[in-house]
Each structure stands twice: as C-alpha cells, then as structure tokens.
C-alpha cells in the first residue's frame, strides 16, 4: 500500500506541475487542476509537508518497513527536482516559479478562446 501511495503521490506532483498543459488542450481540466495548483504552491511557499507523506511512512511501518525522516520530497525528488543545498529561499523560489509558469499557460489558454476566428490566422 505504502508503493501504491507513492506512485500516487508523484502522480498528483506530476499533475501540479504540468497540468496547466491540459488546460490548454481542454480548459475544463482547470476545474481539476487550480485546486491542485493552490495546493502544490500553498505546501512549496509555507514549507508545509504534505499529509501522504505521514501515511506513507505509518503504512512502511505497519508493514515491517523502516519509516524516512523529513518529507517525501525530501526523500525521494530532492536530487531530481531540487539543487543541492536547497534552503527555504530556494523553496519559495521554485514555488512562485511553478505559480508563474502556470499562471501563463492558463494566460494563453484562455486568450486562445476569446481571440476572433480571423485573428488566429
């Protein structure tokens, strides 16, 4: 269970991340994807942990599993995602940078509708 948690739980990182791509391709994914968003940005820029990570943890060691200290990305992404030395301002950086870039996918999503059909030419 604690796998299938985390194969979850980079799941929905993947979708914070890049799901202001399908709003581009069908803009009612930002029904979808805006609570996502608010949330992986919240959790970036308040330094929060995210609760699949203690349940995560609870469930390895209800399994016979040894529990990780610190959170999931932490453990898992610090050296994919983030660059070595990662300190609160770096954090708050890389959450207002997912924030920016999505705000300009939804940008050009939604400018897309309302141009006239000749102005798209």
Known sequence: MADLLLVLHMGFIL???FG???VLWKRRWAWVHLPALA???AISLCGWICPLTPLEQRLRMAS???AYAGGFID????AIIYPPGLNRMTQVA???LLLVANLLLYWSAFRQRQLPANAKK
Do not use: S
């Open 94 to 96: 890389l959450g207002m």
């Open 75 to 78: 453990h898992y992404l610090v």
């Open 20 to 22: 202001g791509l399908l």
């Open 15 to 17: 979708f914070v991340i």
């Open 64 to 66: 016979g599993e040894q």
């Open 39 to 41: 949330w992986g940005v």
